[in-house]
């Protein structure tokens, strides 16, 4: 089958990108981070497995291309091979189709880490309908796996740059900036914060999940810790399990 290419390009303005420079370390430290948080996402769309970093699958894979002039962009080209499993989800595999869902599923994924999506959005909702139990799973864990990278992505923003938009065409899929560094970089608070919420992503395994803020309409990280009180395992549980059927009946 041959290779479908699809091009992006990382937009970096503000600051020292305003005159087509940035801070190397800063700058390579972000794009370190941004090309992880891309290549496993990506690797998620073309297989609907999440992979680590040494465990990618070869049928996608991302080249970046020399910066060039107008505030200090970087194109990057993703190079991904048609399967049977993006027949079944793209509904075939050609770039017409093939690119569209993964453009969806970079800006659904990145959206939902960096907290400037909840819901889940009504150009992604098709594509999510014919994943399967388990490849919905991989999905939520992807999300949760891909916050460290972003959180380095993030290092240029406010420092060399003051924001960082990834494009594909004239289509803006994700936008960095000093909201969602702040976001994707939260730290406890010294003390408790009581608030009435749902979790609406809870991995066993690994502790992590993801839970409703109300105050500011949308969801944020969390982990909960190796020595809970007893019952706030079930409680999680009991949580995720009411907020599940209103969740599916969104997309039914």
Known sequence: MA???IPYKVIFD??????????????????????????TTI????????????????????YMSPARQGS?????????????????VALGGAVSVVAPYVNKTIEYVFGRA?????????GFRKYYKRLSKE????????????????SRAHTVIGQTAGEVTFKSKRTDLFTMNQTTKEYIEAKPLDTPEVMETNVTAYNVVSRNGRMYDPVNGNTAAFTLVKSPLKGTANTITTSLDQWAPRFLNNFC
């Open 3 to 5: 290779d479908i290419k």
């Open 14 to 39: 503000g600051l020292d990108a305003d005159q087509n420079q940035l801070e190397a370390y800063a700058a390579s430290k972000s794009l370190e981070g941004l090309t992880w948080a891309l290549s």
């Open 43 to 62: 690797n998620f769309a073309v297989t609907g497995k999440y992979k680590s970093r040494g465990d990618m699958s070869k049928s996608a894979r991302i």
């Open 72 to 88: 200090f962009i970087v194109a990057m080209d993703a190079w991904v091979v048609a399967n049977p499993f993006l027949a079944t």
């Open 114 to 122: 960096l907290g400037s999506v909840s819901d889940l959005p009504d």
């Open 135 to 150: 490849e919905r799973n991989q999905l939520d864990t992807l999300v949760q796996r891909i916050e460290p990278p972003l």
